[in-house]
């Protein structure tokens, strides 16, 4: 019969045999649960800064111990490299120490990569996320060069993002294996739902991982990830942080518990609409002063996408 003390002991870093990493990421520096965060606007397209600070300090209250600024749900792709530059100022100055800001320098133009991370650097933030470039559709090549020199750019910590859902090609598990040699590329935003590339990654490197889709962090976490960078934390920090401190504590069972009742809030913030539309719509319904406005070519929801959002989240027991 298991004991107690068998279920909780340290991980060995070895097998009796062989170099396969047991990999148990409890103490990640940018924490287990981070929110990317939404850039609120004006009524006139301007960057709401008053905005932006209030949700930052209510998003670390609520559990996030670090925030990325100008991601994709930031809609950096319509942000001004100023603007950019000003979010992560304004996330700083309204966190503090309380939680670390990690901001977004991708573009699909590698100088322009290394000017952001420059920028962002300047501003204060503690890390930079940066995603596969896209359109270009670079070879694994051209995926590791970029990547190098982004991280070479500055001395933060770098995130490397692999979505190829959004930027058309992935970064293969070799070219992730050998970008994780790399002193400043510690860790890997995964959005890629490739669980045997994901755990080779985790087994073969010292990289601190992070599922880059909500309804994927209780499994990431059970095979010894970090945690998650979520949109959906927006909403609903308190259950991302209860199931992520149920794995920490071992606890299966509870952990299994909010990842259910997470999944209709999940599906309501993240297919219906874009991440970015839906976390502002609602935020705004549950009372939080953000105005529903996204840039184009985003458009906000139609009634018909509203229904299905609220239809989801009254399933979860939401009563709006």
């Not at 209030?54 to 925030?67: I, T, W």
């Not at 930027?167 to 490739?194: F, W, Y």
């Not at 184009?296 to 299905?308: I, M, R």
Request: proline residues 4%; glycine residues 6%; hydrophobic residues 40%.
């Amino acid at each position: 019969m298991t004991t107690e003390n068998e279920l909780t002991r340290d991980f060995d870093p070895y097998l009796a045999e062989g170099e396969v990493k047991h990999p148990d990421q409890t103490d990640p520096q940018f924490g287990h649960l981070i929110t990317a965060m939404v850039t609120p606007f004006t009524a006139d397209d301007r960057v709401d800064y008053q905005a932006f600070e209030a949700l930052a300090h209510k998003l670390v209250e609520e559990g996030s111990d670090s925030l990325v600024v100008s991601g994709t749900t930031g809609e950096t792709s319509t942000l001004e490299d100023h603007e950019k530059e000003g979010l992560v100022r304004a996330a700083k100055s309204a966190v503090g120490d309380r939680a670390k800001v990690i901001a977004g320098t991708s573009t699909n133009h590698t100088s322009h990569d290394l000017e952001m991370a420059r920028r962002a650097e300047r501003a204060g933030a503690d890390g930079q996320l940066a995603v596969t470039p896209y359109y270009n559709k670079p070879s694994q090549d051209g995926v590791l060069a970029h990547f190098t020199a982004v991280a070479d750019a500055v001395d933060l910590p770098l995130m490397v993002y692999d979505i190829p859902g959004r930027s058309g090609i992935a970064v293969s598990t070799e070219t992730m294996l050998r970008l994780a040699e790399h002193p400043r590329i510690q860790c890997l935003k995964d959005a890629k739902n490739d669980i045997t590339a994901t755990t080779e990654v985790l087994t073969k490197t010292d990289l601190e991982i992070y599922s880059g889709d909500d309804q994927n962090v209780l499994a990431w976490m059970a095979m010894g990830a970090s945690g998650v960078v979520s949109v959906t934390s927006h909403v609903a920090s308190g259950h991302f942080r209860r199931m992520i401190d149920a794995v920490l504590n071992y606890d299966l069972r509870e952990a299994r518990i909010y990842h259910s009742e997470l999944g209709p809030v999940i599906r309501a913030m993240m297919t219906r609409i874009q991440g970015a539309v839906s976390s502002k719509l609602v935020l705004n319904w549950l009372d939080f002063p953000i105005r529903t406005d996204v840039r184009l070519p985003l458009v906000q929801a139609n009634e018909a996408e509203k229904e299905l959002v609220l239809a989801d989240l009254r399933e979860a027991g939401w009563n709006l």
